[in-house]
T-cell receptor, first 117, second 111 residues
Framework: DAGVTQSPTHLIKTRGQHVTLRCSPI?????VSWYQQVLGQGPQFIFQYYEKEERGRGNFPDRFSARQFPNYSSELNVNALLLGDSALYLCASSRTLTGRYSNQPQHFGDGTRLSIL | GQQLNQSPQSMFIQEGEDVSMNCTSSSIFNTWLWYKQDPGEGPVLLIALYKAGELTSNGRLTAQFGITRKDSFLNISASIPSDVGIYFCAGQTGANSKLTFGKGITLSVRP
């Protein structure tokens, strides 16, 4: 089975532009989360979506938004890009959020490397 | 944002040696996970731990969920060159909630 797929793999933008990053979860996975990883750091949580609804939001400005589609794929949008938005953007999927004691580890894609000039 | 504590930043070992890494937090987590990231790739799940005190193995890797719920340990035995990479610990407070990561430890293995 295919893992989490993200597109594009690399992207170069200039300050002020906007960007859309895409993610397809593992087949059968209904939850998608987005993380930002800057060089030398661990991933930082941005959003979590489940069944097309936002279930969690990290400490990121309103320039960041996301959505999930009926087929469980997801998009991350970033407006008014800043130099500091340069990072690896990772998407992770998990099977479900339901079940208090269900163990659903998140599996990551290889990310989109975003460079802001 | 909050991050888990991993140190040292880098570790250098000889092929065949065992290595141990730990991860600590000032907060309690109910799930601990260990991921490995290679250059140009996303983190790959190595081991997930769901109960305090749990000890779980995956091949040459063994990880433990600390009894206080504030720490976890990863041991790699008989290291090989392909063990090179960045090892991240991550914690979850609730089932299927967001992951909080450490800064990672870069492991180098000398042949």
């Amino acid at each position: 089975d295919a893992g989490v797929t993200q597109s594009p793999t690399h992207l170069i933008k200039t300050r002020g532009q906007h960007v859309t990053l895409r993610c397809s979860p593992i087949s059968g996975h209904k939850s998608v989360s987005w993380y930002q990883q800057v060089l030398g750091q661990g991933p930082q949580f941005i959003f979590q979506y489940y069944e097309k609804e936002e279930r969690g939001r990290g400490n990121f400005p309103d320039r960041f938004s996301a959505r999930q589609f009926p087929n469980y794929s997801s998009e991350l949008n970033v407006n008014a890009l800043l130099l500091g938005d340069s990072a690896l953007y990772l998407c992770a999927s998990s099977r479900t959020l339901t079940g208090r004691y269900s163990n659903q580890p998140q599996h990551f894609g290889d990310g989109t490397r975003l460079s802001i000039l | 944002g909050q991050q888990l504590n991993q140190s040292p930043q880098s570790m250098f070992i000889q092929e065949g040696e065992d290595v141990s890494m730990n991860c600590t937090s000032s907060s309690i987590f109910n799930t601990w996970l260990w991921y490995k990231q290679d250059p140009g790739e996303g983190p790959v799940l190595l081991i997930a731990l769901y109960k305090a005190g749990e000890l779980t193995s995956n091949g040459r890797l063994t990880a433990q969920f600390g009894i206080t719920r504030k720490d976890s340990f990863l041991n790699i035995s008989a290291s090989i060159p392909s063990d090179v990479g960045i090892y991240f610990c991550a914690g979850q407070t609730g089932a299927n909630s967001k992951l909080t990561f450490g800064k990672g430890i870069t492991l180098s293995v000398r042949p």
